[in-house]
């Protein structure tokens, strides 16, 4: 899983497409090492890392050094480029689909190539079309998304995704609140190659299971801070179940 090994890509080095259960753990938020060992003993398939806001290159070296301990994927979904820390197995890029304002699409982007690009580690970095669909998260205020879509905007913003872009994973982002399957649905058949995430409101059995039916990889984040042992239990409630 080590991130030299040479002629692979991040996709690759993290085997993306056998995920189905992901962790998403904020630097902000307080975790007890015990409990970060329980979530990364649980048999999820990656741990993700990131946040919306107060996120810091110091809170997040802190917490990829505990998470490393474990022996299992641990990626770094950038959203400030002065927290990038280097260690991670995969860099993933968000890229707001329904944002109303080009600076979340690719002018931050542009932005970090010019400061950064002579050092960026491309064959680690794997860019995903965010569609953002709670337009009370943080996630939209900050991005200005256009959080309010139909089923059928959503899958619009997919197949340009996919077909268009060729992105490589499609996130379908509910933050905040557990979303509409029936949208999720209809992203994910609009994406015939790219690998979609579902994250949003996950609190239950019932709710990781219906949002794995409908999405390649669910994202399980707040659930563990509020409640550990409920968001323990998501990741057997879908790990045997395909979409």
């Not at 040479?6 to 409990?35: C, Q, T, Y």
């Not at 079309?129 to 899958?155: D, M, R, W």
């Not at 557990?178 to 994406?191: C, H, L, R, S």
């Amino acid at each position: 899983m080590k991130a030299s090994a040479k002629g692979m890509n991040a996709i690759d080095i993290i085997h993306l497409h056998e995920w189905r259960h992901v962790f998403k753990l904020d630097p902000d938020k307080d975790i007890g090492d015990s409990a970060l060992e329980q979530i990364c003993m649980s048999g999820t398939d990656a741990i993700m890392v990131g946040g919306s806001s107060g996120i810091t290159f110091e809170n997040t070296v802190d917490l990829m050094s505990r998470i490393r301990r474990f022996e299992l994927p641990v990626v770094q979904e950038v959203s400030d480029l002065d927290a990038v820390v280097p260690g991670f197995d995969a860099y993933f890029i968000p890229m707001v689909l329904n944002t109303t304002s080009t600076e979340w699409l690719v002018g931050q982007h542009k932005r970090a190539i010019e400061q950064y690009g002579y050092m960026m580690p491309w064959e680690l970095i794997v860019p995903e079309g965010y569609i953002i669909l709670n337009p009370e998260a943080t996630a939209a205020k900050v991005s200005e998304a256009n959080a309010q879509l139909t089923a059928k905007e959503a899958a619009a913003y997919a197949h340009i995704a996919d077909k268009l872009m060729r992105l490589p994973i499609i996130y379908a982002e509910y933050s905040g609140t557990f979303g509409d399957m029936e949208t999720v649905k209809q992203i994910k058949a609009a994406a015939s190659d790219a690998h979609v995430l579902y994250g949003g409101g996950i609190a239950t059995i019932e709710q990781a299971q219906a949002a794995a039916a409908v999405a390649d990889t669910i994202v399980v984040g707040n659930i563990v801070y509020d409640n550990l042992q409920a968001g323990l239990d998501t990741v057997a409630a879908v790990k045997g179940s395909s979409t």
